[in-house]
Structure formats: structure tokens, C-alpha cells
């Protein structure tokens, strides 16, 4: 029986086996503890484990992500509270977030299409403190998420959150125009066969992540296609347009945005993978 923490988080590792099981196996400690990562490394290492460490580790063997089980995740500095019911915001996604404030550092009215947690959209208002915003989903339990994330972030009063479907008629009736548009659609496709999937796709993603904000017809661009000749009536004069795209995706989603008459930049991710388009 393991009886200190440093002794489990080392057994912890062993049983995960993965690339980030180290820090995954303290993670979970530190929540279990009740401190914060560092706190537990420097003075908790031979403390007696917790008890609710053993059930934690348990959901993270059976696959299920560290944020989820957490409840929160970090996110351009800051922490957002996540569920099953938003996508887990990642680090791809805050080189599209630089690229925005890149793009339009002078923006005063943002648009977040398929807002999921709000990480976006807040992290945005948190870095533009002179700019207001909304964010919309069509999944209610996602905006109760957003709507706690920005009073956690003291940007309630800058931001609004509304239920909207862009593949519906009207969805943007009432919503202005505004000086920047982000946007992280579905893009993953789905497999010609039934539960087969074309993507590289971990399959904890796939089990545990919501379906409606992963998935996008055969080839990942069914909600691009809807969404894209749409959004030039969303924008103010000089507006800017930022999409995430998925790395093979850029030829694509380049054509049909010219196609919506727009001036195309492509950005790369740390990885050096294409993941943003910046629409002009």
C-alpha cells in the first residue's frame, strides 16, 4: 500500500504510462489535496495520500480527460470551467486567439461563433478591456458554462451570451455587425461507414467530448460551408474574420472564403500546422 504522495504520484505515473503521466498523476493529486500543483510539490510530497485520490486516478485510467475530471481548464493563462458538455479549450486554439488580437487590436464589438466554454470570446475581452461582446451556441448547457466563466472573470458586464444556430434561418436577426468575428465550427469528419471515423481523432475525444461541436459531415467542412457566405453581413467596415480550421483543411476553407469575397491569410500553430485563417 502506497503511503506518501511522492510514492503514489510515482506509482500513479507507472500505472498511466503515457506521455503526460507525470503531470496528469499530479494534477489529480494537488485536487484531491485541496493545493495547487506547486504548493503540493514543495511542501506536500510526504504527506499521506489522500482518499480521494484512488477514484480520481481510476476515471483517468478508464480514459476520461484531466480537465473533466477537474472541472476546469487552463486556457491562454487563465482558468475556465469546463464539462462534458464544452469542448476542453486547447492550446492550438490560442494562436487563433493571438492572431485575432493580431488582426484587430483595435476591436470594440466581438463575435464568437460556437462560444462552447467562452474561452475565446473572454479571452479576448480580457486582452481588448475597451471591447463588449457575445457569444452564441445551440447548446443551452454550453452558454450556462460561458455565463459562469464570465462572471469568474469579472466580465459579465461585457459580455452576453445567446442562444443561436447558424444553420437555422434569422439566427443572426438582431446580433449587429461588429469589428471582429471568431469562430472554432465542427470540423472533423465523419466517416463514410457508420462509427467510422476519417479523422485522427484520440479516441477519448471522441468518447468523452460533445459530438455536436466535434463533427462536420464527411469531410469536416459541412459547417463552413454554411457559415462562411454568411458572415461578410456580420461585420462592420474593416471588419476581421477569424476561423480555427483543422490542419489539412486550409485549401478548402480558403476557396469558399473567397468565393464570400474575402481576403485570405493563413496562420500556423506552435506546432507549425496550419489553424487559423484571417478573413479580410
Not at 503526460?20 to 510526504?46: C, F, Q, V, Y
Not at 495520500?49 to 476520461?64: K, N, S, T, W
Not at 472573470?153 to 447558424?166: G, K, S, T
Not at 455587425?177 to 479523422?199: C, K, M, Q, T, W
Request: hydrophobic residues 50%; aromatic residues 6%.
Amino acid at each position: 500500500m502506497t503511503s506518501t504522495v511522492g510514492a503514489a504520484l510515482r506509482d500513479a505515473t507507472a500505472r498511466l504510462g503515457e506521455e503526460w503521466a507525470r503531470i496528469d498523476a499530479e494534477l489529480l493529486m494537488a485536487h484531491a489535496l485541496g493545493l495547487t500543483r506547486s504548493a503540493m510539490l514543495i511542501g506536500a510530497m510526504r504527506d499521506p495520500v489522500p482518499a480521494g485520490f484512488a477514484p480520481l486516478l481510476e476515471r483517468r485510467l478508464a480514459g476520461e480527460p484531466v480537465p473533466y475530471i477537474l472541472g476546469t481548464a487552463e486556457f491562454y493563462g487563465r482558468t475556465f470551467a469546463v464539462s462534458p458538455d464544452v469542448l476542453i479549450p486547447r492550446a492550438d486554439s490560442e494562436s487563433v486567439v493571438a492572431a485575432a488580437l493580431e488582426a484587430k487590436p483595435d476591436a470594440r464589438r466581438v463575435l464568437d461563433c460556437g462560444t462552447g466554454s467562452g474561452a475565446l470570446l473572454l479571452t479576448l475581452l480580457a486582452e481588448l478591456p475597451a471591447a463588449h461582446g457575445i457569444g452564441i451556441d445551440r447548446s443551452e448547457a454550453a452558454l450556462r458554462i460561458a455565463t459562469a466563466n464570465a462572471a469568474g472573470l469579472n466580465l459579465a458586464d461585457r459580455a452576453r451570451f445567446e442562444l443561436a444556430d447558424w444553420t437555422v434561418d434569422g439566427w443572426a436577426n438582431g446580433l449587429g455587425r461588429f469589428d471582429l468575428v471568431i469562430a472554432n465550427p465542427p470540423y472533423v469528419s465523419l466517416g463514410a461507414l457508420p462509427g467510422e471515423f476519417d479523422a485522427l481523432l484520440d479516441e477519448n475525444v471522441q468518447m468523452y467530448e460533445p459530438a455536436g461541436a466535434l463533427f462536420a459531415g464527411p469531410e469536416g467542412l459541412d459547417d463552413y460551408r454554411i457559415l462562411v457566405p454568411q458572415l461578410k453581413n456580420l461585420l462592420e467596415p474593416n471588419g476581421v474574420v477569424v476561423l480555427e480550421i483543422g490542419a489539412t483543411q486550409a485549401g478548402e476553407v480558403t476557396v469558399m472564403s473567397h468565393e464570400a469575397g474575402f481576403a485570405v491569410t493563413l496562420r500556423h500553430d506552435l506546432a507549425g500546422r496550419p489553424r487559423g485563417l484571417i478573413l479580410t
